[in-house]
């Protein structure tokens, strides 16, 4: 979807496809079907910002390497760890509020490092080599 945005030239596009991505998400939190604190809305904005901001370092993996799998890689990784691992290794009755995927911590956390990716210099790899070509 990113590449499909920046060849239409759609104004800031990594923001729009992950606040797309995060929208998708939605649905799932308001039927309580995913990981949200006890103040929906509040989960809803955090998730966003968290969701939108890890959208920078996706595209960067994406666009940095012309392919979709450290992307999908990473994200699934993600998955695994924040919703496994993580909330496995913190309890307390405002856990998720504070350092769940929809946590302050974890958004600002992701807001920052959504910053300072947007401060690299980005190049484009719109598809991998074909076997035998240089990656550069």
Request: charged share 10%; glycine share 6%; no cysteine.
């Amino acid at each position: 979807m990113l590449t499909r945005l920046i060849d239409a030239r759609v104004s800031r596009p990594i923001l729009v496809s992950g606040m797309i991505w995060g929208v998708w998400h939605l649905p799932l939190m308001v039927a309580g079907l995913y990981y949200a604190s006890p103040i929906l809305l509040l989960s809803i904005v955090l998730f966003m910002i968290s969701v939108t901001s890890f959208g920078y370092v996706i595209a960067y993996l994406r666009l940095a390497t012309g392919s979709i799998w450290p992307a999908v890689f990473l994200h699934s990784t993600w998955n695994a760890i924040i919703q496994n691992v993580f909330d496995l290794f913190t309890q307390g009755d405002s856990v998720l509020l504070w350092t769940g995927e929809s946590g302050v911590f974890v958004a600002l956390t992701l807001l920052a490092t959504a910053f300072i990716f947007s401060k690299k210099q980005w190049t484009m790899i719109r598809t991998l080599p074909k076997q035998g070509e240089p990656l550069v």
